[in-house]
């Protein structure tokens, strides 16, 4: 409790503890199935009532974007972050309300091009802190500490201070784990990401391999750790279509990403669009669309390029872009029986609840 008080001393400046004290706001309630109903998420431009979130993308890449102005032939920054604003006006015109921008320092996250295209278009945008990539696997990747302790320091200090000099702060902790079974420096991440999960109240979103069944070994880390399973979500789970795979971690109380459906679409594809799309109505059916995320883990900047300077990584992303979701997803899981309030849910329901930071730690 200690730790929880010095974290709204230190952070009653940027109005969270006032937010959260604020009179006729919902008392926070026990982490059930759907997670805390009320509360504050941290966005890049303050803390913000979660009820304003509203349709959230919960695994994108925008704060990436300056890295794709090397290839981008119009003009310098500002003509790149206009036309970058112009087509996120699009996207909240299209209803989309919150993105979630899952590129924490080692993906090239520039956090005053977030805050800018933020307060340019009026999406509401959560910046994440983490690590991406482990060395030895990707060599030339830093890390600011290989030690659980020095790592979570590291990410506490991106949610309770602000991120590379700026007072913006991370409202969402992101592990990348490209291994099937995490690697010795991956699970030093893991523990390190409970460790400021634990000491902030923020989620964790893990990026898995779901065709390892990668879930099931990060899961022994992150138990060992004693970490809520309800604040962790397995992202790009629909990679795999186990119903065992995705009920055994459901179960367990996890959440499950399901963010790279439009790579179904392609010639071949395994699991095909329909199948990924079928194993979220099943999941529905089976009473867990409380578990259950929609996303696209595009790469903003990409969709910014004329299409001769996109490489492989722009080139997967779907032609509509962050867009993909609503236009193609959401229409074909009504068509195949989801339900509009299941929809509901995944879309808004489970982000509002899990931005939330938790008060519960
Ligand atoms: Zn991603």
Redesign the pocket.
Known sequence: MLRRRDFLKRTAATGIAAAISRPGLAAPQTAGVHGPRAGIAQTVLGPLDVSKLGYTLP?E?IGDGPFFLGKWSKGGRAAFTAEAVEKLKQMRAAGIDTIVD?TPYDVGRDIRFLEEVSHKSGLHMIAATGQRFFPPQYPGVSMPSRTVEGLAEFFIKEIEQGIDGTDIKAGVIKIGVISGQPTELEATGLRAAVRASKATGLPIRI?TDAAKRAGVSDAVILEEADMDPSRVSF?HSDGIDDMDYFLGLVRRGYCLGMDHVHRGTAANASPSFERRAECIKLLAEAGFAGKIFLSQ?AEFGGSLLAEDAKDFRSKLDPADGMLFTARKLIPHLKQIGVSDGDIHTMTVENPRSFFAISQHR
């Open positions: 695994h890449h899952l990026h992202d883990d």
